[in-house]
């Protein structure tokens, strides 16, 4: 596609349940990125894909978070028994590689609200 | 880890002046991005600037890499460019990872 999509754009839920937040990169990149905005901040780092696997989870705040990108291409983000915390943009980006000089684009974000 | 600081947090301007905002860094980096948020949350890609200088219309960036800054001019500022203005540097963690660090940025509101 032209450009990162995510959906849905807008997401609520009641505390406790489980959501899923899907990211289509622009097509061709490898490498594929989950950051979390909170209202007034920037965004922050939750993980990363090269390709199939996730190179870096460090940014997982705990283990109710977990990501998957079986084929290579398209992510979801899964969020097991939500919080009010977890309420946040999540944005997804995009590399074509992963080196140094690799510019992201960034997808327009699912606004997740936690009833 | 590494920490980035934008100033100022908030600038208000009159359509048609000029602004300078800056981005602080506390390592040395090897990439550095400027993006534009706008009132709609997207986040738009300005600059990728390592060092130097780069100038797009009304918008240019300077990179001093050896004393760890960033700034993005912007000319004749217009209604269109109110939103929030990122920095961001790569970390390099396990492997060839790239996240990024972003700073707080700068909300820029242009009045017209």
């Known amino acids: 596609g032209a450009g990162v999509s995510q959906t849905p754009s807008n997401k609520v839920t009641e505390k406790g349940k489980y959501v899923e937040l899907r990211c289509d990169p622009i097509?061709?990149?490898?490498?594929l990125y989950w950051y979390r905005q909170s209202l007034g901040q920037g965004p922050e780092f939750l993980i990363y894909?090269?390709?199939?696997?996730?190179?870096?989870d460090s940014g997982l705040p705990n283990d109710r978070f977990f990501a998957v990108r079986p084929e290579g291409s398209v992510s979801t983000l899964k969020i097991q028994r939500t919080e009010r915390g977890d309420s946040a943009v999540y944005l997804c980006?995009?590399?074509?590689?992963?080196?140094?000089?690799?510019?992201?684009?960034f997808g327009p974000g699912t606004r997740l609200t936690v009833l | 880890g590494i920490q980035v600081e934008q100033s100022p947090p908030d600038l208000i301007l009159q359509e048609g002046a000029n602004s300078t905002l800056r981005c602080n860094f506390s390592?040395?980096?090897?990439?550095l991005q400027w993006f534009h948020q706008n009132p709609w949350g997207q986040l738009i890609n300005l600059f990728y600037?390592?060092?130097g200088t780069k100038q797009n219309g009304r918008l240019s960036a300077t990179t001093v890499a050896t004393e760890r800054y960033s700034l993005l001019y912007i000319s004749s500022s217009q209604t269109t460019d109110s939103g929030v203005y990122f920095c961001?540097?790569?970390?390099?963690?396990?492997?060839?990872?790239?996240?990024?660090?972003f700073g707080s940025g700068t909300q820029l509101t242009v009045l017209p």
């Open positions: 097509s061709g990149h490898t490498a």
């Open positions: 600037i390592p060092s």
């Open positions: 980006a995009s590399s074509l590689g992963s080196g140094v000089s690799d510019t992201q684009y």
């Open positions: 961001a540097v790569p970390i390099i963690s396990s492997g060839s990872a790239r996240q990024l660090t």
């Open positions: 894909f090269q390709g199939t696997g996730a190179a870096d």
């Open positions: 390592d040395s980096v090897n990439n």
